[in-house]
């Protein structure tokens, strides 16, 4: 390889991630605000860190346990996380939210 090609291979490999960054920072102060975008950057130099688990425990309610099924019914998790007959595309009953991700095609289990 040429000199020339191995400088503009250098140059394209560090300009990509540098306007991929940028984009992002420009996406997140405009739309959610200076917060966040320093927060997205912080994010990027201190890298992920877990949060220390808690032992929270809530009242099982039925009020409750309606309201969790009415948000899985109206953001649809199971047409996703549920296998599917494959003749008539629907949750086979019994096993629904079973954990798989249908556009994955292999189990996921969540704890």
């Not at 000199?3 to 140059?11: C, E, G, Q, S």
């Not at 996406?27 to 997205?40: D, K, M």
């Not at 949060?51 to 039925?62: G, H, I, K, Q, V």
């Not at 996380?81 to 798989?100: A, F, R, Y």
């Amino acid at each position: 390889m040429s000199r020339r090609i191995k400088i503009i291979a250098v140059l394209i490999s560090v300009t990509v991630p540098l306007v991929a960054f940028s984009y992002g920072l420009v996406i997140n102060y405009r739309v959610l605000g200076r917060e966040t975008a320093w927060s997205f950057v912080i994010g990027l130099l201190r890298g992920t860190q877990a949060r220390e688990l808690r032992s929270s425990t809530f009242d099982r309610t039925p009020a409750r346990l309606e309201r969790g099924r009415y948000l899985v019914s109206v953001a649809r998790c199971f047409s996703c996380h549920s296998p599917t007959d494959p003749k008539t595309d629907l949750p086979i009953p019994g096993i629904t939210g079973e954990g798989t991700i249908r556009q994955l095609m292999f189990p996921v289990t969540y704890p």
